[in-house]
């Protein structure tokens, strides 16, 4: 069974930067699709940014694209989220997920329903 922890949140200023982190034990991330979710106060929980070991393709939601950055280190079993220019409506619980026999595409938005496992998520506020 796959176990994710992430870690890296907290608070922010506008324009400041974090990076998340997110290590699966239990099981290697190899031939998994990680990604990233999060989800606000009353809101539905929406896919940020997904990466596929199988072919290297990379999905990032239109709201985060040219600040957000995702990586992969395999030998660390460890994905990552670097954000940078951060805005107060980033402000969110961060979760990571794995997805088995998924590919993450550009312009192809990405569900929860397709991931089988989940970290217990990490909060970040953004404020002045």
């Known amino acids: 069974q796959v176990q994710l922890v992430e870690s890296g949140g907290g608070l922010v200023e506008p324009g400041g930067s974090l990076r998340l982190s997110c290590t699966a034990s239990g099981s290697t991330m190899d031939g998994y699709a990680s990604a990233w979710f999060r989800q606000a106060p009353g809101k539905k929980r929406e896919g940020v940014s997904c990466f596929s070991y199988s072919d290297g393709g990379i999905y990032y939601a239109d709201s985060v694209k040219g600040r957000f950055t995702i990586s992969r280190d395999n030998a660390k079993n460890t994905v990552y989220l670097q954000m940078n220019s951060l805005k107060p409506e980033d402000t969110a619980v961060y979760y990571c997920?794995?997805?088995?026999?998924?590919?993450?595409?550009?312009?192809?938005?990405?569900?929860?329903?397709?991931?089988?496992?989940w970290g217990q998520g990490t909060q970040v506020n953004v404020s002045s």
């Open positions: 997920a794995l997805a088995n026999l998924l590919r993450c595409e550009n312009n192809s938005p990405i569900s929860p329903t397709h991931f089988g496992f």
